[in-house]
């Protein structure tokens, strides 16, 4: 995964333009996405398909000649959806158009002006107050022209029509945890998925453009996601090895957030639950009112929270090797728990006979009953009301354990299935 | 509100007679009150009118013929609805009539006796030590007899038949937070409503002796009531500067305990929340089985919280003009809720885009989110199921600044009104 | 009721065979027990009942003649259900068949293996490891044959055919507060509840071997059980005097949840609340899945709790008559609260006039209302929708205290009931 997000990092991607047609191709390699491209002018929901924008070079030379913003040093440096430009500007002119943090003198700040024509320069406070009085010389090799928005789309069937659905975001330029790692892990969680066949659930996964990408997928798909999905995470920032979290639904009463925060309560007891007020990816547009997906947003250390946020410090050495994986283990928990999970309800009246079945121990002393608690504890709870969360909160046992009680009651034939599908879709949701 | 206060301090008003007329007509000088009349001897409920009760004067000789007591300095001197009386009684029978207040011997205490014919006097324990042996004359001027007990109503009709009920009660002699502040506050807060024509509620407002006079009101507009009222207030000892606090209704649930939590919790959250279990006032019978009207008691410092209550303490001093204000702002704060309140429902799928409105900077830089949050918030939950109180709970926002979001989206068409009246009445509760 | 149990304690009782018989008969000339004998092979639910075992005599000789363990010293000194034997072993060979405690070296543990075939002994850990070398004759004269399961049932018929349902359990050997305390205090309760014709409730109480017994309970009566049993009381481990406890519904949100919790706050505030998971007596089956009954585990110190569970020292001195007396009482605190408990409703609109009736006070001073102020609370809350219990709980009165009140307010004819029978049986049950 290390490796992928190292060959993606260089590109300048942007919400529309070849940055992002260069970034779903090479994710191709590794899974058969199906592209997508949306005509700008396209009205999706409230908004419009901008332009699209593709930027070939920019830098500022000061009178002398000497580069001293160069766009290909680090594609932060240019605002984007900066217009094209070949200018000479004073320094105070020049002013006007350039960013910085004077917290973070070392840091390039990432800026954007999608929606509104101008252009601007970013770069390290420290080297912005060395500039001189004088003139520059300006330049921006832009284009801003009709085209297309870019998304990826794969779709793995399985062996109901329900789903789950995954998305990641493919518009910043040069940043690792926010926002490559997302995209990332999500390609190989994919594979992991494609390499289970047989699997019970659909699953549905995108790679968007953040916004007005997550706004154009929802306005060609919404009645069958609001159908179909019954859980949904928007993976974004999952890289570094600082923290475990995720945002939650608007009520935080969703089968994602059931899911999510079992496993995490098992695995990473430490983690982080931030409320819905607190978001800021897409998740924004998938759980708006109107829509409302039964969705959560997974992190590590999450959008805004962290100092290299939204800068050049967010590079390859803030995330590793050990980051992703743990987010990828996360994942493939919560997938493996909606595989899982179902509504059971014991056959039995009355408690089963373990006894005569080797599932508990046929000499009573005074210690027998604990050996098979687990068990017993399941059995009372398994109802027909309850799902295997449930049942986990009820009986304080974690669900990686309770797979195996419910495959050797399965094996006794003494569970049936209430329910083989306990998250509800969008649809059947009040609101 | 002072000075009326201070115009109606020294009436002798009790549950009936011309003390309660006499405190109408100077009411009616501010607000058009309609005054009723009902007659000794209707039944109301499981009540029935008593006798009207007069005093002309009342006074307690010694044998020297000095005035011990005298009805003319303090109207609390004589117990509520003593009977006529002209006797000379020895010190010993004299005791057996007489109340005073140990812990307090300073104060007079208020003693009543309207459904038991009886007489009695009032005095501060300090002047009752020092009662000689001898005789004394006692002499009541007063009168029992059939006639009426009278309240004020005042009617303002809004733009639906829905009501806000304002209650006070006028039926204490010379009293201050309890009564005064009661009928004066509500004085005031009737001009200001019916200074803003064109309001959504029918405003509803009563001047009743406490008890028997609030059930003669309900035996009477019982079915009016509990089909329009959405929200009351029985006000009273709103006077003082030492608290702000409110009487829940039984289960604590009602509109009208949102509306005053939630006001109190921005403007005085230092305020104190009663339980119905320490309710005293009216509420007592408009919150009772059969009854239930949404309604809370609102008050400062609450009757039977403060030292001062029922006795001669309770005088000028106690309550201030600022006192007063502050409660006059609080309910005028109480009604703009109520007017504004409403349950919206966001237009767009998805966000809208603030930004082309103007509502959202274009410019996107790393802190351009926080100007807008509390827009986003209001927006994110803006979803048809939760009026303005619930959706200032969910995202921590204060109603105040609420009104200002809504204005902004209504101006730019992105909300649409789900529900006008968020308020339900009694008829439409289940218990 | 000591002397009952001291009576019944030295028999050797199992889950089947003429120990419970022994024991019934015994509790039968207190109370008309009607005694049924189901037959080996029947099929309960996931069970069968398993033969019939009875045993005269058992013991260990050594090679002099002396006898080390004996089972008539103690019947716990043989592991129940033993298959008969009269053998020379080897210590080697003895030692696979013996039980002891090293942590409680004086104590015999009390060891089964009721569907097994095997044989075992049971001692103190103190005498076993002085056993030497050498051969041991061991002897147990036991059988094991087709036979029957024997239980007892007394239903006391009540004014409606809902019912209480009292269970508790009779195939323990020789053990005081686990079990022997059960049956007594039950035998007492259903002699009371005999003594009190007239009561609106039918009371079915049952006297089985733990789990085989109460599933074969159950599989002749569940239909009737889950119409009509509003609230059951599993009685188990009442004898001591350390603790006042009970056990959970599995939600714990029955009618029965209700009742014990409320005596148990006005009379044992210290009292211990367990989960379901700790469960152990026939709750198990009487709660299970598919079943479900209304009812509590009533203990003091609870099985598995207190040190000398499942030993010798759980004997006569472990109980009293004190003990014993508190759980009587408390269990007819619970049978009185269930016969009284009703949902009653205010028959006035509006306060009803309490002074007229005597039942508060004419005279009014600040203190009036304090002397009445339970009743007054209790009427705020009759309101149709609560039991006594809710009305408890709302108004921070004891039931006890409500009782009074109930009276009053019936003989002034101001209450009216709207349900006689608050609680529901399993069958009204979702789960």
């Known amino acids: 995964m290390y490796e992928l997000l190292a060959e993606l990092f260089p590109i300048c991607r942007s919400i529309t333009g070849d940055g992002v047609r260069e970034t779903l191709q090479i994710i191709k390699r590794h899974i058969p996405l199906e592209v997508y491209e949306v005509p700008t002018g396209t009205p999706v929901f409230d908004w419009t398909i901008p332009k699209e924008w593709n930027i070939r070079d920019a830098f500022i030379l000061d009178e002398a000649g000497n580069k001293i913003v160069d766009f290909k040093e680090n594609n932060l440096h240019v605002v984007g959806y900066s217009t094209p430009l070949d200018r000479w500007v004073t320094l105070e002119e020049l002013q006007e158009h350039l960013h910085s943090i004077e917290e973070q003198p070392d840091a390039i700040p990432y800026v954007t002006s999608y929606y509104q024509e101008r252009w601007g320069f970013c770069m390290a406070h420290n080297e912005r107050v060395k500039l001189g009085d004088g003139k520059y010389h300006v330049v921006i090799d832009s284009e801003i022209k009709d085209g297309h928005l870019t998304y990826g789309e794969l779709i793995i069937p399985g062996q109901t ?33 494609m390499a289970h066949p047989g699997l019970r659930y659909t699953y549905r996964i995108v790679f968007v453009p953040e916004t007005i990408g997550s706004l154009t997928y929802l306005s060609r ?32 009463d969703t089968y994602a957030d059931r899911i999510i925060r079992k496993i995490l309560q098992s695995s990473h007891p430490e983690f982080i639950e931030y409320s819905f007020l607190e978001r800021g990816s897409d998740e924004r547009q998938y759980c708006s009112p109107g829509i409302r997906l039964p969705l959560v947003a997974v992190t590590r250390s999450k959008y805004g929270t962290y100092p290299e946020y939204h800068t050049s410090l967010d ?46 121990p046929t000499l009573s002393k005074r210690d027998s009953a604990r050996s098979s608690r687990a068990m017993k504890n399941f059995i009372a709870y398994a109802d027909g009301t309850n799902d295997l969360i449930a049942i986990s909160d009820l009986i304080n046992v974690e669900v990686g354990d309770i797979y195996g009680i419910v495959e050797k009651l ?13 998250g509800e879709p969008a649809s059947r949701h009040q609101r």
Chains 1, 2, 3 share one sequence.
């Open 315 to 360: 590079d390859l050495t803030l995330v590793s090797a050990e980051g992703l994986r743990g987010s990828y283990a996360l994942l493939q928990d919560c997938i493996e728990l909606i595989e899982r999970n179902r509504v059971y309800r014991i056959t039995s009246c009355g408690e089963p006979q373990l006894g005569r079945r080797g599932l508990y």
């Open 221 to 252: 798909n919404l009645d069958s996601l609001k159908k179909n999905v019954i859980a949904g995470f928007n993976i974004s920032c999952v890289g570094d090895e600082r923290a475990y979290s995720y945002v939650r639904s608007p009520y935080g």
């Open 410 to 422: 399965l094996e006794a034939d003494l569970l049936e299935v209430v329910s083989a599908d306990p």
């Open 161 to 193: 029509e329900r789903e789950v659905f995954l998305s990641t975001y493919i518009d910043h330029p040069s940043m690792a945890n926010n926002e490559l790692s997302g995209p990332v892990v999500t390609t190989f969680l994919a594979r992991w998925i």
